[in-house]
């Protein structure tokens, strides 16, 4: 019998199984986790070739989630998440310090942390109808998350029982405990955690059924992934790694996000789908002369299945179950007309796509934003 199950080894479980040990460590704890252990999590993506692992894509799945991806920190209530809006914007700070002290406690403090203040810019943005949102960033890159998150594993596996490679079948209460089924065995615990992140959404609604809870309001960010020369957002960038931007419109806002100067577009495996994805530019071998950034587009549903509906119906669209994303010049998208030959082009992709027409592909609301 656990004290504590943890289904789900991604960060927010790590940074709760820490504070678990640090204020109790005779507490008998448990993490169970459907991908590897990090140190053998290897994809054909991070060397630039095609994912070979599947629908559990193990650069994304597995200890320490997608903390592994680039390793970056966003100490802010700015941008996020609405977590500020329900604990309190000073208790949502305080906890963030907290992670950036355990992170420089393993190893973070070799990459220092940088802020995205700019009061200049944010008043010549506001006179431009434009919101500039701003953090504390400690931005370790792929090498070092990883090297951090392996020494913190180091620690709480003295003290923790970690299961991996294991899927949970089922979840019973009983009698002041659970009763956990997996296909390698079987296990009791006092109290569960479900931890399982945006990889696990489908095996957690059946799991919210069959045990009689219910969702709240789903938020979904989708928009369209932008890649221009790499200085022509120069004036705004020149002081900071990544200036992230809000503007509003007609029935929406839009932020950029994931800003990569001289970085890559690639491939994002997530829940079956496939995404063009940003890739840092000190990330190896992926530096480019291009820019790129994402335009979300946050829209709200009534349950999580709405939201996840929505997705599949947009990108599986777009995928139509072979991995499709398609591209299109700015000129022709303003001319309303496919793309069929880049060559011409003065902005080298850097992600070898399909050309075609995102009118005929993606809701007006998206598009409207990238216009506006």
Same mark, same amino acid.
């Given at each position: 019998m656990e ?7 991604g960060v927010s479980?790590?940074f709760f ?5 640090q ?6 704890i &448990? ?16 060397k ?7 629908e559990d894509c ?14 970056k920190f966003?100490?802010?209530n ?5 977590l500020?809006?329900r604990?309190g914007g000073?208790?949502t700070l305080k ?5 950036? %002290?355990t992170?420089q406690?393993?190893g ?6 940088y802020?995205t203040?700019n009061?200049?810019?944010a008043?010549?943005a506001e ?9 504390e960033?400690r ?5 070092v998350?990883?090297d951090v998150f392996?020494?913190l594993y180091?620690t709480l596996?003295?003290h923790?029982?970690?299961t ?6 089922s979840?019973? !209460?009983k009698?002041?405990?659970?009763f956990?089924e997996?296909?390698?065995?079987n296990?009791?615990s006092k109290?569960?955690?479900i931890g399982?992140?945006k ?11 069959e ?12 928009g369209?992934r932008?890649?221009m %020369?790499?200085d022509q ?8 790694f990544?200036?992230k931007l809000r503007?509003?419109?007609e029935g929406?806002e839009?932020t950029?996000?994931?800003?990569? !100067? &001289?970085?890559?577009?690639?491939r ?6 496939v995404m ?6 000190n990330?190896?071998k992926t530096e480019?002369?291009?820019?790129n ?9 009534s349950?999580?299945d709405?939201a996840?509906q929505t997705?599949? %119906?947009?990108?599986?669209g777009?995928n139509?179950?072979?991995? %499709?994303?398609?591209?299109?010049r700015l000129g022709?998208f303003?001319a309303?007309?496919p793309?069929?030959?880049l060559? !011409?082009?003065?902005i080298?992709?850097?992600?070898e796509a399909?050309?075609?027409n995102?009118?005929d592909?993606?809701?007006?609301l998206?598009?409207r934003?990238v216009?506006e």
């Amino acid at each position: 019998m656990e004290d504590i199950i943890i289904i789900g080894a991604g960060v927010s479980s790590i940074f709760f199984a820490n504070k678990l040990v640090q204020e109790n460590n005779n507490l008998s704890i &448990r993490i169970i986790d459907k991908g590897k252990p990090l140190r053998e999590r290897n994809c054909g993506l991070d060397k630039g070739l095609s994912c070979t692992c599947g629908e559990d894509c193990s650069k994304y799945i597995g200890y320490a989630g997608l903390g592994k991806s680039e390793g970056k920190f966003n100490y802010t209530n700015d941008f996020g998440g609405d977590l500020g809006s329900r604990i309190g914007g000073e208790k949502t700070l305080k906890l963030m310090k907290e992670v950036d %002290r355990t992170l420089q406690r393993y190893g973070a403090d070799s990459i220092e942390r940088y802020s995205t203040k700019n009061k200049l810019l944010a008043a010549k943005a506001e006179k431009n109808g434009l919101e500039v949102l701003s953090a504390e960033v400690r931005h370790l890159g792929t090498k070092v998350a990883v090297d951090v998150f392996q020494e913190l594993y180091e620690t709480l596996k003295k003290h923790i029982h970690f299961t991996f490679e294991t899927n949970i079948i089922s979840i019973h !209460p009983k009698a002041h405990s659970f009763f956990i089924e997996t296909d390698k065995g079987n296990f009791c615990s006092k109290q569960v955690i479900i931890g399982t992140g945006k990889s696990g959404g489908k095996w957690l609604k059946k799991q919210m059924h069959e045990l009689g809870l219910k969702t709240g309001e789903t938020r979904l960010d989708m928009g369209l992934r932008i890649e221009m %020369r790499e200085d022509q957002l120069d004036s705004i960038l020149k002081e900071t790694f990544e200036t992230k931007l809000r503007c509003r419109g007609e029935g929406y806002e839009a932020t950029t996000y994931c800003m990569n !100067p &001289r970085g890559r577009v690639i491939r994002k495996f997530q829940n079956g789908l496939v995404m063009p994805d940003g890739q840092n530019k000190n990330e190896e071998k992926t530096e480019s002369g291009n820019l790129n950034f994402t335009l979300f587009v946050p829209r709200y549903f009534s349950s999580y299945d709405k939201a996840m509906q929505t997705a599949q %119906r947009i990108i599986g669209g777009i995928n139509q179950d072979n991995g %499709r994303i398609i591209i299109q010049r700015l000129g022709d998208f303003y001319a309303n007309r496919p793309s069929s030959e880049l060559s !011409p082009n003065l902005i080298r992709p850097s992600l070898e796509a399909e050309p075609g027409n995102l009118v005929d592909e993606i809701p007006d609301l998206y598009l409207r934003a990238v216009l506006e």
